[in-house]
């Protein structure tokens, strides 16, 4: 019998392990356990003994039965050619860069800021950027951890990408992900291998979406229903345009309550610029509530939107953005929008009601923008922040309108004295 992928998975676990052996290759197997799991196996006899070895070659599933074959077939020349054991696949292992070491080294060397890529132009990555690429490498290692890095082919890189066909973005952030860490890669001399090359990835669709003020109240409300920190997460996000990376990651020494001011650092955003936001009355009030829960005064370098790290040992911002968005859609009953759309549904309703371009672009802080450029850009940050300020008290009081909250009382952010 010609071991092959339709044998392997036509064969049903009994109460003890067996071996399909392959007449093809002799000694080549594949054991069935009885928990279902099944491993290729290679048995040989060094030249001149009757002692029989076995030795396990890898996992089915991780292995075709073609890599494994081919293992295999090494395996036997090398007893017939070296007349010794060949080197057991632990140790091979271990002198192979596999794809699982490959991302950890990569991750590593951008969060030590020594991995740069073009994309990165030389700068640290962000958080945000840091989260997403993890995320794509991650499906890369569950696929293909194991392997060797340089056995990875396109083939292996399709194979997963088609999980993704229906999904337009995360189809084009795995592959950039996953082409970006072999292009450090080869210039690190660790592969010589493209197997991301000439696969053609298409963007998604522009997004349109705006929520209507309505639809942003039901959201809203949704939310309260919610553990606090990710009600204050949601209308936070709702009431001041942000990221959602730039909210989770906000800290207590960037807000200052007094002046109604965020400070984010240009560490913190996608345009690498700092980005001096005045806080709308709704958010202020967010941020004076979760002050106030604090049983001591909390430090600058405090999230303001704690939660316990997947580890369970320590704090990390929050996490689970897929599961808040079900939530919110389930509860809420609105539907076809991302959290992202926060940000476009605030200009555009406040540019109906005569908010100027520059300004709500200022306030959503672009990487790349027509009116934050050159000597416009250079003076911009410090002469936006009144007219920001406006732009924020309009858009607080069309969403107190439309929740069903009372007006915001007159009374401004304390002015202090520069002189």
Same mark, same amino acid.
């Given at each position: 019998?010609?071991?092959?992928?339709?044998?392997?998975?036509?064969?049903?676990?009994?109460?003890?392990?067996?071996?399909?052996?392959?007449?093809?290759?002799?000694?080549?197997?594949?054991?069935?356990?009885?928990?279902?799991?099944?491993?290729?196996?290679?048995?040989?006899?060094?030249?001149?003994?009757?002692?029989?070895?076995?030795?396990?070659l890898g996992h089915y599933g991780?292995?075709?039965?073609?890599?494994?074959?081919?293992?295999?077939?090494?395996?036997?020349?090398?007893?017939q050619t070296e007349q010794r054991h060949p080197m057991a696949p632990?140790?091979?292992?271990?002198?192979?860069?596999?794809?699982? /070491?490959? +991302?950890?080294?990569?991750?590593?060397?951008?969060? &030590?800021?020594?991995?740069?890529?073009? @994309? $990165?132009? =030389?700068?640290?990555?962000?958080?945000?950027?840091?989260?997403?690429?993890?995320?794509?490498?991650?499906?890369f290692a569950t696929a293909y951890g194991p392997l060797g890095a340089e056995?990875?082919?396109? /083939?292996? +890189?399709?194979?997963?990408?088609?999980?993704?066909? &229906?999904?337009?973005?995360?189809?084009? @952030? $795995?592959? =950039?992900?996953?082409?970006?860490?072999?292009?450090?890669?080869?210039?690190?001399?660790?592969?010589t291998s493209r197997p991301t090359d000439d696969i053609t990835t298409t963007s998604p669709a522009a997004r349109e979406r705006v929520l209507s003020l309505e639809e942003l109240a039901r959201i809203w409300r949704a939310a309260e229903g919610l553990e606090h920190v990710y009600r204050d997460a949601v209308h936070l996000m709702v009431v001041t345009g942000q990221r959602r990376a730039e909210v989770a990651g906000m800290t207590w020494g960037e807000t200052d309550l007094v002046r109604a001011l965020w400070t984010l650092p240009a560490a913190r955003v996608k345009a690498r610029r700092q980005h001096v936001l005045p806080l709308a009355p709704l958010a202020v009030a967010t941020l004076q509530a979760r002050r106030g829960a604090f049983q001591r005064e909390p430090a600058a370098k405090d999230l303001v939107l704690p939660t316990i790290a997947r580890d369970g040992k320590g704090i990390a911002p929050i996490s689970g953005w897929n599961w808040l968005k079900r939530e919110l859609d389930r509860r809420s009953g609105v539907t076809e929008w991302r959290l992202h759309d926060f940000r476009r549904s605030l200009v555009s309703i406040c540019a109906e009601h005569g908010a100027d371009i520059a300004v709500l672009d200022s306030l959503l802080n672009h990487a790349s923008s027509a009116t934050r450029g050159g000597v416009i850009g250079t003076y911009q940050r410090a002469l936006l922040i009144e007219p920001t300020r406006k732009v924020m008290a309009l858009w607080d009081g069309l969403l107190r309108e439309a929740i069903g909250l009372p007006p915001a009382t007159q009374a401004g952010p304390r002015r202090v004295s520069v002189a």
């Open positions: 019998m010609r071991l092959t992928k339709s044998v392997i998975d036509r064969a049903k676990p009994r109460a003890r392990q067996f071996t399909l052996w392959d007449d093809r290759l002799g000694g080549f197997g594949c054991t069935v356990f009885p928990s279902g799991k099944r491993s290729f196996v290679m048995r040989y006899r060094l030249p001149g003994s009757r002692t029989r070895y076995e030795k396990t991780v292995l075709t039965v073609e890599e494994a074959r081919e293992m295999g077939e090494q395996m036997a020349r090398s007893v632990a140790e091979a292992a271990a002198s192979v860069l596999t794809v699982a /070491r490959l +991302v950890e080294q990569y991750v590593a060397g951008l969060r &030590a800021g020594t991995a740069t890529t073009k @994309r $990165l132009k =030389g700068r640290d990555a962000a958080p945000g950027y840091l989260e997403d690429t993890l995320l794509h490498l991650e499906r056995a990875v082919t396109r /083939r292996d +890189v399709v194979a997963l990408l088609n999980a993704y066909v &229906a999904h337009p973005s995360a189809h084009r @952030r $795995l592959h =950039g992900a996953i082409h970006r860490m072999y292009a450090w890669a080869r210039s690190h001399e660790l592969v």
